[in-house]
């Protein structure tokens, strides 16, 4: 007898990515932060609904370290990446478009309640190309990482690690 093998080569993700900009806010430290979303959505819609003046928000408010940095954009999204499930019916609604925005709950209570103020910026790339330039990108960061690995030796000793500084000789 003769088996064939066949292989099942992997289905390419064949759909627009997602952009978008967000306010991250925990009660991790106890206090009511419905309050706070409340009061952050009050002074975007005040300030004119625009993009810059989320981006403006998220960088003053968001509890998302990143958000400090990029003004808490998020490129590239897909589908079943994000933290709530309802977040993403709604970033990949039908009748999504530039410049709307939402607030959306992780759904627990307590110091363990997230939420999320989304602003959607547009479209972003095709999934299977977005997962394609990822795989590149991560293809040459570990060659570059290898050959600076070989040129640049660290070598660590913990010989002396665990004497009290007088013991190590570091007084």
Do not use: C
């Not at 990482?145 to 000789?169: C, D, F, M, R, W």
């Amino acid at each position: 007898y003769t088996i064939y093998m066949l292989t099942k080569k992997p289905a390419l993700e064949d759909y627009v990515t997602k952009n978008l900009r967000a306010i991250v806010l925990s009660a991790s430290s106890g206090q009511k932060i419905a309050e706070t979303r409340d009061a952050i959505i009050k002074e975007f819609e005040d300030g004119g609904k625009t993009e810059a003046k989320f981006e403006e928000l998220a960088k003053y408010y968001s509890q998302d370290s990143e958000a400090h940095e990029n003004g808490g954009l998020y490129k590239n999204q897909g589908k079943g990446e994000l933290a709530v499930e309802e977040l993403t019916d709604w970033l990949f609604s039908a009748d999504r478009k530039a410049g709307d925005y939402t607030s959306v709950s992780n759904g627990k209570t307590g110091t363990e309640e997230i939420i999320y103020i989304v602003y959607y910026t547009g479209e972003g790339m095709i999934k299977w190309q977005r997962d394609a330039d990822n795989a590149l990108v991560q293809e040459a960061y570990e060659a570059e990482y290898t050959k600076l690995e070989a040129t640049h030796k660290v070598e660590t000793s913990l010989k002396n690690a665990y004497k009290i500084p007088a013991q190590a000789g570091l007084e």
